[in-house]
């Protein structure tokens, strides 16, 4: 397939993140790798991925007094402000570099003193070179440092390594706890999930959790296979994170709707559910192709496969990591 042919169809990410089922999927799968998964791989999919995003217009939502919510071009950000200034997590695609520093204008003329990064993807760390030019300290987890700092392959897209000026300024192994305006965040480590760089964040008084790629509110998760992500970490790590949440706390998916301790629980049970019917069929010798034929998970994909992960690219990386 040539270039100009590639680059004139219209991808959802939908499309974008099928292709990266397949591709993190094994060999079973190979023959099922469309020939213009392999162009991109080779192409500015990158920056077509960017655009795509950073055109979403911006939409906020107040989860509290001085604790915003930003949804649209890139995982969902959280905005508190007040007199210490304000701490941003995540950060939106470079797209949307304007539009993000023009709500956050909005909000209150406090500098921008925090950003914190929930892993080390680009649609939630991709403006930390801009955030650093805007005054910023990026506190992240020590391996975010670490996988921006190496070049990768995912998504059909090639990332390279991020320019010393976009890396975090202040890193931690297992938690992290910082003051700002009247309010206890606490930051912690989940390990491997839905990669080996995710923390969650806790605004204590505030009652808000944001707990990044390893909650997808109301569909499948996407899992970065190529970065230490498996389907055991995502149900510890979701697991875990219940128990920092009481009935009122707004928990901040990565992706989707504004979710709360129902709703986290909910999609716990759903991995766990997948996790085992999927562990029951390759231990009995099933293939991936004889699992994603028998639909497992039939009762579940009008519900949960209609988001970012299509049923058969999930059943695949759940299948390669169980
Ligand atoms: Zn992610």
């Known amino acids: 397939m040539k270039r100009d042919s590639v680059s004139s169809m219209n991808l ?8 990266a089922g397949i591709l993190s999927g094994s060999a079973f799968l190979s023959a099922a790798v469309p020939d213009w998964a392999f162009a991109f791989a080779q192409g500015d999919q990158l920056a077509q991925m960017r655009a795509g995003m950073g055109a979403t217009p911006i939409t906020s939502q107040s989860l ?3 604790i915003t919510m930003l949804a649209g071009p890139g995982g969902n950000v959280v905005v508190q402000r007040g007199t210490d200034g304000k701490v941003v997590i995540d950060t939106f695609v470079q797209p949307a570099w304007n539009a993000l520093k023009a709500e956050l204008d909005k909000m209150g003329n406090e500098r921008i003193a925090t950003v914190i990064d929930t892993h080390w993807h680009f649609d939630h760390a991709d403006n930390n070179e801009s955030f650093r030019k805007a005054g910023a300290a990026i506190v992240a987890h020590d391996n975010t440092k670490k996988r921006l700092t190496e070049s990768h392959e995912l998504l059909g897209a090639k990332f390279p390594p991020a320019p010393a000026a976009a890396l975090p300024t202040q890193t931690f192994a297992a938690t992290h706890k910082l003051d700002a305006n009247g309010e206890q ?16 964040i806790k605004f204590q008084k505030a009652n808000v959790l944001h707990l990044g790629d390893t909650y997808f509110n109301g569909m499948y998760p996407f899992i970065d296979v190529s970065t230490g992500g ?4 995502m149900i510890t790590g979701a697991t875990a994170s219940m128990k920092l949440a009481d009935a009122s706390t707004k928990i901040v998916p990565g992706h989707g709707p504004l979710g709360d301790l129902a709703a986290l629980t909910r999609y716990r049970d759903v991995l766990v559910t997948v996790r085992d019917r999927v562990a029951k069929l390759k231990k009995s010798g099933q293939t991936l192709q004889q699992v994603v034929a028998a ?6 994909d009008e519900t949960w496969g209609k988001g970012f992960m299509s049923p058969a690219d999930f059943l695949a990386i759940v299948y390669n990591t169980v």
């Open 12 to 19: 959802t990410r939908r499309d974008l993140f099928r292709s």
């Open 185 to 200: 965040i606490v930051l912690t480590y989940i390990p491997p999930a839905h990669t080996d760089t995710d923390i969650s």
């Open 64 to 66: 509290g007094a001085n």
């Open 230 to 233: 498996n389907i055991n970490g």
């Open 295 to 300: 639909a497992p998970t039939k009762d579940l």
